[in-house]
């Protein structure tokens, strides 16, 4: 299989994206830490993919800080020996519009889209730098390419996080480490939540794409398991839209 051997670990993986990349990975014979604030969902994903004959652990702890993502690196590689890839996929809305938005709303969102993501990549980084290989997945958005209405703390966070994946694949470069993004655009509970007008809008785009339907949590699995197999290994620095839209020129 295309990651046996590998030790990963997915962050916010309790649900939507997150569980279907954990699932995606240890179909791929990767060993997966699955990582989230939700307990009981962690818990739930590593039981369903031991159950399907493979790896996985759950690391109930949420990202956020430096030392929360010292322990989720500690949680791979006393568990499973090692670390050699990282998907950052943690993610939270709930923003307001920007005349309503509180202080409070603003910096859990920065904090969990882009503040904790950066810190686990800081500490995931040391071990990969140490054996001169890692694949790190940032999850980032549309939002962060386009903006979106009602959620300015969110669609700041995952900008930052596309570009802190091209800094950070410039700064591993030398030491064998791949750093790529991956904006989905997918039905998830994020979705559920973003305020009117903006989620009609937004389901009418997803609707009127070039491939015809709402992305699925799971279309975005094998973009993922590509860019961390070493079939990606001249790949870096990059950021791709699983959208089912087209690429603009400009």
């Avoid at 810190?119 to 694949?135: D, P, T």
């Avoid at 386009?146 to 669609?155: A, D, N």
């Avoid at 070039?210 to 949590?217: D, M, W």
């Amino acid at each position: 299989m295309e990651l046996e051997g590998k030790v990963a670990i997915v962050t916010g993986a309790a649900a939507g994206i997150g569980r279907a990349i954990a699932g995606g990975l240890a179909a791929s014979g990767a060993s997966v830490v699955v990582d989230d604030v939700d307990e009981a969902g962690a818990k739930e994903v590593a039981a369903g993919i031991r159950a399907n004959g493979g790896r996985a652990e759950p690391c109930p702890i949420g990202v956020g800080t430096d030392a929360a993502a010292a322990e989720i690196v500690r949680c791979a590689t006393d568990t499973f020996g090692g670390l050699h890839l990282l998907v950052n996929n943690a993610g939270v809305g709930g923003d307001a519009p920007l005349v309503e938005l509180s202080e409070e709303q603003l910096k859990r969102s920065v904090s969990v889209n882009l503040v904790g993501p950066i810190l686990l990549a800081k500490h995931a980084a040391g071990v990969m730098v140490e054996q001169r290989y890692g694949k790190v997945v940032n999850i980032t958005s549309r939002s962060g390419l386009r903006g979106k209405y009602g959620e300015s703390g969110y669609s700041a966070g995952k900008a930052g996080m596309a570009g802190f994946t091209l800094t950070m694949a410039i700064e591993m470069a030398p030491y064998g480490i791949n750093v790529n993004a991956v904006a989905p655009a997918a039905w998830t509970a994020l979705l559920e939540n973003m305020p009117e007008p903006e989620r009609s809008r937004t389901i009418a785009k997803r609707e009127d794409n070039v491939l015809g339907r709402v992305a699925r949590p799971a279309d975005v699995v094998p973009t993922v398991v590509w860019l961390l197999s070493d079939a990606a290994e001249y790949v870096t620095g990059q950021i791709i839209e699983a959208t089912g839209q087209q690429a603009s020129l400009l």
